[in-house]
């Protein structure tokens, strides 16, 4: 890629950040519509976990299979792509007769949607190449992944509440539609000099597991854990994984090499990743819930009671950038872990749905907790892998996300299944929500943890040392990089 003024850098990252805007709303801004949904297609609590997590799980499954594909055929030319299939599958999602064809499109889009995050992290990735200028453009990008995610529910509540559900889908069309254009006009062309090739074997063995271990916390309530069907689909996700464990570590070239986790702090950003958005999805769909089909509200009301979060993330996610690429993310990985455990801790132990003043407290330490983590994540994932492999780098950032959001809504839609049938008043359906809210503290206590165990001077030494495995011949993305 040749080198860039600085105007056409920010450029550049402006039009990357368009294309994460609207794939990142699209994951929260549902979550406000689901009532309507429910109502107008007559859909369970499991009809609408699929509704989030067929989209969720389809990026999951194919983030680093797109990340190498743009790294061989051209980012920008898989960018283009994916904003045209993704426009597309949210026009057929708002004309969707019932909810299957629903679900279908939601895959749909997220084809489309996995082609985007992280080819454009990688455009990042390789017109930022100075260090600390890097970690600015990624915290910037981290903090547009929480603002948009944050908004969602606001954004959804509007649309919902003045034109209908199926509004939320058009918003996608013409802003796909300018970032087209922009990219076309602005963004150049870049390739791995030495790409991966297609690991196929290992791309089923990851849509298996993500798919059969999703599959079966869905419909655990239902079917019962002890069913033979859920039985079976466990049996399926253990035999892919360790299928894919054995398999990936004989590859020259895996979809996802192994040696990346002997990085402490690369391995401890996965995880956190996981826990982190694991516990945003159950946030946001336990409480969307509430507030609508509990309390009464309408979609609008209820995304603007969710704004204090949104307003929180906004202002902590460029914080959160400045911090890491000043003082690394140590800090902030422990700020938001505690954050986060504690507002969870609140609606656990202390009712927090109770009364206006403790929810609005838990809304906005979730939101100061989720806004600070975002950066963290990213920089710390993407600093532990080579430059010439940057779409498969953003793409396990990515799909440690888009992982953590599916089992978050999972295992918190079956946790309020299990016990649907007592949540028809408010009490009732805090009494049921509780085992969920402690699940979200326990998400916050993990990022914190981690947070402290791998960002220390172990961890950073265990990064070194697996930066020299990588050490080919290409300039890779030190460790070391972080923390210039």
């Not at 505690?338 to 929810?359: C, E, I, R, V, Y």
Request: glycine residues 10%.
């Amino acid at each position: 890629m040749p080198e860039l003024s600085r105007r056409r850098r920010l450029l550049v990252l402006a039009i990357c950040c368009m294309s994460l805007l609207i794939v990142s709303l699209d994951n929260t801004i549902l979550n406000v519509a689901l009532p309507s949904v429910q109502r107008e297609l007559h859909v369970s609590v499991s009809g609408m976990q699929w509704t989030i997590d067929a989209y969720t799980l389809v990026l999951a499954s194919l983030l680093m299979l797109a990340g190498s594909t743009a790294d061989r055929l051209g980012r920008r030319r898989v960018f283009l792509v994916g904003l045209v299939v993704f426009a597309l599958g949210s026009l057929l999602c708002s004309l969707a007769p019932g909810l299957e064809w629903l679900v279908v499109f939601r895959m749909v889009q997220a084809v489309g949607g996995s082609m985007l995050n992280p080819v454009a992290m990688s455009i990042i990735t390789n017109t930022f190449t100075e260090p600390r200028e890097r970690a600015r453009a990624i915290g910037v990008w981290g903090g547009v992944v929480g603002i948009s995610m944050a908004a969602g529910p606001v954004i959804g509540g509007l649309l919902v509440q003045s034109v209908g559900w199926r509004s939320i889908f058009w918003i996608n069309v013409p802003i796909g539609a300018l970032a087209l254009f922009l990219t076309l006009r602005y963004v150049p062309e870049s390739r791995a000099p030495r790409p991966r090739r297609v690991d196929p074997v290992g791309q089923l063995l990851v849509i298996a597991l993500l798919g059969s271990l999703t599959y079966a916390i869905i419909e655990a309530p239902d079917a019962g854990w002890t069913s033979p069907e859920i039985l079976t689909f466990v049996l399926v996700a253990l035999v892919s994984l360790a299928g894919l464990i054995v398999y990936e570590r004989r590859r020259t070239e895996p979809l996802i090499d192994l040696r990346f986790f002997h990085s402490a702090p690369f391995s401890g950003a996965t995880i956190v990743a996981v826990c982190a958005f694991a516990a945003l999805a159950g946030f946001l769909f336990i409480n969307t819930l509430y507030l609508q089909n509990i309390r009464g509200l309408s979609a609008l009301d209820a995304g603007l009671y969710m704004l204090p979060m949104a307003g929180m993330t906004l202002v902590f996610a460029p914080v959160s950038g400045r911090l890491v690429g000043n003082r690394g993310p140590r800090l902030p990985l422990l700020l938001a872990g505690a954050a986060m455990g504690a507002s969870g801790l609140l609606f656990a132990a202390f009712d927090a749905q109770s009364t206006n003043p403790l929810l609005f407290t838990g809304y906005v330490l979730f939101g100061i907790g989720f806004g600070l983590v975002n950066a963290p994540i990213t920089n710390t994932a993407v600093s532990g892998m080579p430059r010439t492999q940057a779409g498969v780098a953003s793409a396990v950032a990515s799909t440690s996300r888009q992982v953590g959001q599916s089992l978050g809504v999972a295992v918190i839609g079956a946790v309020l299944a299990s016990g649907a049938h007592a949540a028809a008043t408010a009490d009732a359906f805090i009494a049921a929500g509780r085992p969920a809210w402690w699940i979200i503290a326990g998400c916050g206590a993990a990022v914190l943890l981690l947070g402290a165990l791998t960002t220390g001077r172990w961890a950073k030494a265990t990064a070194d040392r697996t930066a020299l495995l990588f050490d080919d011949g290409t300039q890779g993305l030190r460790a070391a990089d972080a923390r210039s």
